[in-house]
Each structure stands twice: as C-alpha cells, then as structure tokens.
C-alpha cells in the first residue's frame, strides 16, 4: 500500500509530496544529507525507495511545491534531505556523527 506524504522545506518552508509505502518510518528532515547513508530520488521506483536510506529532494525541482494553505509557490531550488529509521540486528542506528541536530546525550563534542 503507498500513501502521498507531504514534507516540508527546511529552508523556506514550501511543501513537496512523494509516494512511498505507508511502513517506511521517518527520522528527520535535515538540510544535509547523513554520511554514509544512500539517498533515492523522489522520482525512484517504490523498491529503490523501500532499499534506500532516505530520500533527496530539491525544493521546487521534484515536483510541484505549495504553501501550507494549498496555494502553488515556486520552491528555493536547494537541497534537503529525508532521513529514514534505519535497524541493525532489531537495533535502531545513528548516523556517525548524527547531524539531524537536537540535543546530544553521549558528551561526546
């Protein structure tokens, strides 16, 4: 089963939809991508999004963007990055060094 899902630019705020399996869980959005992780386009087929890490998206440029009124806008042309949960052996990985940013809890700098 695939759903629309919305996201939104962490830029300028302009929305952007893709189809995807409604299972795939989310982690975050963040303006750089994770290091190591692969990314599929918005225009992938379903099974490379299944395999892929995340999602890459160019605001404006991978489809139709719009206010959150529904109102169409022309996106900022940047980047942004859809980052999946992913699991290792039943066990939820971080990126190496995370940089969804949040607070960090390791005290490590």
Not at 9 to 31: I, N, Q
Not at 36 to 41: K, L, N, R, S, V
Not at 49 to 75: H, K, V
């Amino acid at each position: 089963m695939t759903v629309t899902v919305s996201y939104t630019c962490p830029h300028c705020g302009a929305l952007t939809r893709v189809e995807r399996r409604a299972d795939l869980a989310d982690k975050s959005v963040t303006t750089a991508s994770q290091a190591g992780w692969e990314y599929a386009t918005p225009d992938d087929d379903l099974e490379r999004l299944e395999s892929a890490d995340g999602i890459a998206f160019r605001c404006g440029e991978d489809g139709p963007t719009t206010t959150l009124e529904g109102e169409s806008i022309e996106g900022c042309g940047r980047p942004f990055y859809l980052n999946f949960v992913r699991f290792e052996h039943g066990v939820e990985l971080e990126p190496d060094p995370p940089t969804y940013g949040g607070p960090r809890f390791d005290f490590r700098p």
